[in-house]
């Protein structure tokens, strides 16, 4: 699925000078980057840099102070909720499920916004489940209950609804946080082909440098609410920002194969920690 037409021109997203602040206490500090149809964005950064708030602004969460966040064009904050849904799915870096849905009734509510007001479920909404459920290797778990899931489990089940919604734009916060390393590995290889055969636009926040930089386009990094760097994972993960912005040494080498940035951190002492 592809961004919808109403202006081809314009990036599928777009930050305008973005601020915002809880009471008092400035997150996000001018923060302006356009985000292409169908790019790869990882979103990285230390703890408390304010890439969550800013995630939640792009899905609409949240309302600039100031500056405007766009989608095809579109102020996002004055966008009705359900075209809004239409266009960008977020799974979110935690969720409290309190009622006892099957998991193909937590998939099928990211068919919402295709039904509109109360209709039912129709057969494109369970096909569109079922194939999000295939994707994230969750069928087995259809009929369980979301409350009896693991951890683990339960982020598949939401990002296998995001992917249900069958958005333009997909929006993940954290999502490899509660993922064992092959599951991550795969939701990334997912992502990439979404974004690769599909077109959509993938914006992903994570704390795992290497898989951003195997298969991110490009790396925004934010720290203390600002954009400190953008650019391609070669541009962005180099040992002197990760030094400033992380407060730890890495060695970066280049992939003799993809040419991608390779890291590993350094101990106190410049050994590189065991892989």
Known sequence: ????????????????????????????????????????????????????????????????????????????????????ALRIALVPQDERVVFPWSVTSMVLLGRHPHRGGLGFEKAEDFEAAEDAMTLMRISHLASRSVLDLSGGELHRVLIARALAQQTPVLLLDEPNAHLDIRHQVELFDLLARLHGE??????????????????????????????????????????????????????????????????????????????
């Open 198 to 275: 599909e077109g959509r636009t993938v914006v992903i926040i994570t704390h795992d440098l290497n898989l951003a930089a195997t298969h991110c386009d490009r790396i925004l990094l934010i720290d203390e609410g600002r954009l400190a760097a953008s650019g391609s994972p070669g541009d962005v993960l180099r040992e002197e920002l990760i030094s400033r912005h992380f407060g730890v040494g890495v060695e970066v080498r280049t992939d003799q194969e993809s040419g991608r940035p390779v890291l590993r951190v350094l101990r106190k002492n410049r050994v590189p920690v065991s892989s």
């Open 1 to 84: 699925m592809t961004s919808h037409p109403d202006n081809p021109s314009a990036p599928a997203l777009r930050l305008e000078d973005v601020s915002f602040a809880y009471d008092s206490e400035e997150v996000l500090r001018g923060i302006s980057c356009d985000i292409a149809p169908g790019e790869f964005v990882g979103i990285v950064g230390p703890n408390g840099a304010g890439k969550t708030t800013l995630i939640r602004m792009i899905s609409g969460m949240l309302t600039p102070d100031s500056g405007h966040a766009r989608v095809d064009g579109h102020d996002i904050a004055h966008m009705h909720p359900r075209e809004r």
